[in-house]
């Protein structure tokens, strides 16, 4: 993988080898992960009759990076992130947070670092159904003794931020799935943490606000610095919000990569039905095709920031090539319609 070389400086998360496997695992498991093949390490698990759930995934999360985690339904990504911030205890490998293994964390430091270092929004909302969404919200700071009129003031700016700011008083058992979830969201946020787990944060929002939650996150993501491991079933949130992409399939890890390798070099055909249906050429820009030299003369100009659908506009109204020009009107590159052969059969020229 290709960040497997990145400087630990700018790793803030590094997982190595992680393994899962829910049922006793096999006598001697940790040294069969370290000595065998994972194709038989995954077997022997299976004839013990247990569930390899993550089976020797490494990677690494960079500092200040979204990291968007994609997979179809039982592929692990909840148990990955779990592993990750050590919600379930690995069966083998290894996770270090800013450099300290986390596995060797008795109970009490693992539970501080998770109250300050770690914020978390669980697929299935996990919120307390006997306390309103203010105290909800406010609820890891009450466990750390804050007092309650500085708790609920923070509590309350979390809500507005959410689109709260009218239901406030409301249980759970009162609000929407949506509704639920943003207060899942605004609870994992109070603590300022110092790297945010979502798992599926906007699956259960209507598309409006689940695309207002996405622009709101990726201002956070700006203003605040956060590092992200985003869970997600939809390609487009993923390459909207995410800097990589880390695709899983049974428990492993097929490839990891910016949106644009995803897009262009695909691992293999489970990756390449990720995103054979999704309108690539409003994902990709200019500059992922651009090339030096110059168009012909009359050719339009498009930005290098540009979604590539407005060059395909072009290419379509009869242009062969574009510039590409910057700020200034300077030409930096070139692109032209025969450079679109790389996006076919993978859906970009039909949406
Ligand atoms: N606590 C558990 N005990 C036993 N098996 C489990 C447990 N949690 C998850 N699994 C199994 O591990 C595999 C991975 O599950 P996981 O929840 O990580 O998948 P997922 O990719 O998050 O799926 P989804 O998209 O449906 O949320 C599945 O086969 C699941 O049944
Ligand atoms: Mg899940």
Same mark, same amino acid.
């Given at each position: ?22 049922g ?9 992960t370290?000595? =065998?093949?994972?194709?038989? &390490?995954?077997?022997? +698990? %299976? ?9 020797? $995934?490494? #990677? ?76 909800n919200?406010?609820?890891? =700071?009450?466990?750390?003794? &804050?007092p309650?009129? +500085? %708790? ?9 931020? $959410?689109? #709260? ?54 201002r ?9 491991v ?13 800097d ?8 492993q ?30 994902i ?20 290098p ?31 032209s ?11 970009a020229?039909?949406?």
């Amino acid at each position: 993988m290709k960040d497997a070389s990145a400087p630990q400086k700018d790793v803030i998360l590094e997982c190595r080898n992680l393994w899962k496997v829910f049922g006793d695992a096999p006598d001697g498991f940790g040294q069969a992960t370290r000595s =065998l093949s994972k194709e038989k &390490v995954i077997a022997q +698990a %299976r004839e013990n009759g247990s569930l390899p759930a993550i089976c020797d $995934v490494s #990677l690494d999360v960079k500092r200040g990076e979204i990291l968007m985690i994609m997979g179809l339904s039982g592929s692990g990504k909840s148990t990955l992130l779990r592993c990750m911030s050590r919600l379930v205890e690995l069966s083998a490998g290894e996770v270090s947070f800013e450099g300290q293994n986390i596995l060797t964390l008795k109970d009490r430091a693992l539970t501080e670092l998770r109250r300050n270092s770690f914020g978390m929004v669980f697929q299935s909302f996990g919120l307390l159904g006997h306390l309103n969404a203010r105290d909800n919200v406010a609820f890891p =700071l009450r466990v750390q003794n &804050v007092p309650k009129a +500085a %708790r609920h003031a923070r509590a309350d700016e979390l809500l507005d931020l $959410v689109g #709260l700011t009218e239901r406030k008083d409301n249980f759970p058992h009162e609000l929407s799935g949506g509704q639920q979830q943003r207060v899942g969201i605004a609870r994992s946020l109070i603590s300022d943490p110092a790297l945010w787990f979502l798992d599926e944060p906007f699956s259960a929002l209507d598309p409006l606000i689940r695309r207002q939650m996405q622009d709101e996150f990726l201002r956070l993501q700006t203003t605040l610095g956060k590092t992200i491991v985003f869970v997600t079933h939809d390609f487009l949130e993923a390459a909207r919000l995410g800097d990589r992409i880390a695709i899983m399939r049974d428990g492993q890890l097929v490839q990891i990569g910016t949106p644009r390798e995803i897009i262009l070099s695909p691992a293999d055909d489970y990756v390449r039905d990720f995103v054979s249906d999704v309108p690539t050429s409003r994902i990709l820009h200019v500059s992922d095709l651009m090339k030096s030299g110059t168009a012909t003369e009359d050719a339009p100009t498009v930005a290098p920031s540009d979604p590539l659908e407005l060059a395909i506009g072009h290419f379509l109204s009869g242009h062969a090539d574009l510039h590409v020009v910057g700020d200034k009107g300077d030409v930096l590159g070139v692109i032209s319609r025969d450079d679109l052969h790389v996006l076919t059969g993978q859906g970009a020229q039909n949406d």
